[in-house]
């Protein structure tokens, strides 16, 4: 060659390979500036200088926080953009858009809030995308359908509103949709079924209404279907079932019906997760279903099934949860509780519920062979009868044992004492007698003990001063003598019930002071004499329970006045008393309603905004036909439709408890059994 064209060509090359650094390098400043202005959209009060080497300087953006480039050298570009559980807080900005080489981006875990900018759908490369537990409002961006390459996208715990896009339906390589605990509403779009290759689509916590739809049974590589606490109606469409991929399958919390199929152990062999509960589903428990020998978790409380529980719960050995409660479930006459003897084979289990059902018979000595991780164990509201077995110490990580509403007798057992990690203890309204044994002082991290309703004798043993957490104390309804310990109302976590109404407990009160942080106190029905302790009158509940107190002091002292006996009350004194009625319990009722509407809306009845006409009661009431939940003060990230049911109706019972006549005032156990199925209800309403 020629030695001029040799060297012409040689700078010719060098010329374009310098172009072409130029370019890369300004398309890499081009990542740069766009980070920049990305970051003047953020702060991060809980961690300043997080992004401190997010600086202007000639410092390379690969080199930043939270931020992957690929490549080396001069070919360098952003792909990756991580700042996941960073505390920031800010908006997202539109410039995001212009780093454009962008494949993943994680902002999940953060304080974020405002709009998802539409921008983000010109990011053509982006195949995985997590906004989730952020603030995020609005709707999401139709041209989010433009992701063509996405295959990751979680929007979960957010705030995001509107219809959920048919336009989703185009993202044909997705493979994660994650749009759960959000304000979605409307149907759910049979678009979504063209995502052949979808594995986890999780819905759960949202608005959403209609029938699920049956579209989405061509679903066949899904493993995940979570459609939880929303408003969905109609029936599980069968071709659900045929998804033979599927390992989690929860519709709970919805308006569902229909029976569930008897195969659907079968034809879902792979099932790990089953969550049916709080629906209307009728018919029988499948069989099918204790025949997965892997699965997990078994989950059909209220619903509307019927019959027995059916064989094989001994092949579970992976079983964690059980929970049938709230059934019309019965057992045979001839087997017993034998199925509980039958769980002793499933080592892993941690909670197990058949309450609320018509089960009948003894507590099988057995039970003390049930799991060594048992955590949580409801039998109430069925028709046991019998003891309590000794063998119930052996359970040894029960936090939570619930009996109450049988026929249960004979005495608490000692061996209940050993049960050390436990903090509920429910016998409530059975047929218990003996006296309460003061080795339950020893279970230090007891929170609620409920005894009420029992035939219990004897005193209230001063061992219960070790209950250094009791926060709710109920004995009512027994046969309890005695003066009351002056340990027993010096515990200071009591903040929330302390009932001793309806027994035969005598003497003075002592005079004590932390009894001002209990909401309510009821000791009614006793044989208590003398003056009410000033600790007493500072209570924040002061004449709840007061209707015989009230009188025995206004028949020793008849000078006395009306003002002085309800002292530090005022807001809770039902309108009658103002117009010199007799005392009642009618008038405890209602001083009981407004506790509670305190208690769950947050407003006093002495604040300063109620004057005139307006009291707490009025408040309530015009803020809750207008809008129900709106009253409630709760955390805003709560929309599991159970909970809120729940809420509605215990301020629903605070009204009833209110009415201005005590004549239409509902009755305290009509109150009490109002509010005993929305615990229930509470307690079972998180998925698992």
């Given at each position: ?99 454009s ?26 195949r ?29 715990a ?115 997760i ?19 020998t892997?699965?997990?978790v ?19 050995p ?30 892993r ?10 089960f009948e ?38 936090s ?13 057992p ?25 080795s ?61 109404s ?85 008038g ?8 509670l ?25 015009s ?13 805003n ?34 109150a ?17």
């Amino acid at each position: 060659m020629h030695p001029v064209v040799f060297f012409t060509t040689v700078l010719y090359c060098i010329s374009l390979l310098s172009v072409k650094s130029l370019s890369v390098h300004r398309n890499l400043i081009a990542d740069k500036d766009a980070l920049i202005s990305f970051k003047s959209k953020l702060s991060s009060p809980e961690a300043p200088n997080l992004l401190s080497s997010w600086d202007n300087q000639n410092s390379s953006p690969c080199n930043w926080t939270g931020v992957t480039c690929n490549g080396f050298g001069s070919g360098q570009r952003v792909i990756s953009l991580n700042l996941s559980g960073f505390g920031m807080e800010g908006t997202i900005s539109p410039h995001i858009t212009n780093i454009s080489f962008l494949r993943s981006v994680d902002l999940g875990n953060n304080k974020l809030r405002g709009a998802i900018p539409p921008e983000i759908g010109y990011l053509f490369r982006l195949r995985f995308l997590n906004l989730s537990s952020n603030s995020l409002e609005g709707r999401i961006p139709l041209n989010i359908s433009k992701l063509t390459q996405l295959q990751s996208l979680d929007l979960m715990a957010n705030k995001i509103t509107g219809e959920i896009p048919q336009e989703l339906g185009h993202l044909s390589k997705l493979e994660d949709l994650k749009l759960g605990r959000n304000i979605f509403w409307g149907k759910i779009p049979p678009s979504l079924s063209n995502l052949s290759s979808l594995t986890v689509l999780n819905m759960g916590t949202n608005v959403l209404t209609g029938n699920i739809p049956g579209e989405l049974g061509n679903l066949k590589n899904l493993t995940v279907l979570d459609l939880t606490i929303n408003r969905l109606t109609g029936t599980v469409p069968s071709a659900i079932y045929n998804m033979s991929s599927l390992v989690n399958l929860a519709v709970a919390s919805n308006i569902l019906s229909g029976e569930i199929p008897y195969d659907v152990g079968i034809k879902l062999p792979k099932l790990l997760i089953f969550n049916y509960c709080i629906n209307n589903f009728t018919g029988r428990i499948p069989g099918s279903l204790h025949n997965l020998t892997n699965i997990q978790v078994i989950r059909m409380a209220h619903n509307l099934l019927v019959g027995t529980v059916p064989p094989g719960l001994g092949n579970l050995p992976f079983l964690q949860m059980y929970n049938i409660g709230y059934n019309k479930i019965h057992n045979p006459q001839d087997d017993g509780l034998s199925f509980i003897t039958s769980l002793a084979n499933s080592t892993r289990l941690n909670f197990l519920a058949i309450d609320g059902n018509a089960f009948e018979g003894v507590l099988p000595e057995s039970i003390g062979n049930l799991s060594k991780v048992l955590s949580k164990l409801y039998i109430g509201k069925n028709r046991i009868h019998g003891g309590i077995p000794e063998s119930i110490g052996l359970l040894r990580s029960l936090s939570l044992l619930e009996l109450n509403d049988n026929s249960i007798s004979g005495k608490i057992p000692e061996a209940i004492s050993y049960l050390q990690e436990l903090q509920y203890l429910g016998l409530a309204r059975n047929k218990i007698s003996g006296i309460i044994p003061s080795s339950l002082g020893n279970l230090r991290k007891l929170n609620n003990i409920d005894l009420s309703g029992n035939e219990m004798v004897g005193g209230i043993p001063t061992s219960f001063e070790n209950f250094q957490s009791l926060l709710s104390l109920d004995l009512s309804n027994n046969k309890l003598d005695g003066s009351i310990p002056k340990e027993v109302l010096n515990l200071p976590s009591l903040s929330i019930i302390l009932n001793l109404s309806k027994n035969f407990l005598d003497g003075p009160l002592p005079q004590v002071g932390v009894l001002e942080k209990v909401v309510v106190i009821d000791l009614s029905g006793n044989r208590l004499s003398g003056d009410i302790p000033k600790s007493f009158e500072r209570s924040k509940v002061g004449d709840f329970g007061l209707a015989r107190l009230l009188q025995e002091r206004m028949s020793n002292q008849v000078s006395i006045s009306s003002t002085f006996i309800v002292k530090g009350s005022i807001g809770y004194i039902p309108p009658e008393y103002g117009l010199c009625e007799k005392s009642s319990t009618a008038g405890d009722v209602y001083s009981y309603g407004v506790m509670l509407l305190e208690l769950f809306t947050g407003m006093s009845p002495l604040q300063e905004c109620f004057s005139g006409d307006l009291n707490l009661v009025r408040w309530v009431e015009s803020n809750l036909l207008e809008k129900e939940l709106q009253v409630l003060q709760f955390d805003n990230e709560v929309k599991n439709e159970a909970k809120n049911k729940c809420l509605i109706t215990v301020i629903r019972v605070g009204l009833s408890c209110t009415k201005d006549s005590p004549d239409g005032r509902i009755n305290i156990k009509e109150a009490l059994r109002s509010l005993i199925n929305a615990r229930d209800i509470f307690l079972k309403s998180d998925p698992y």
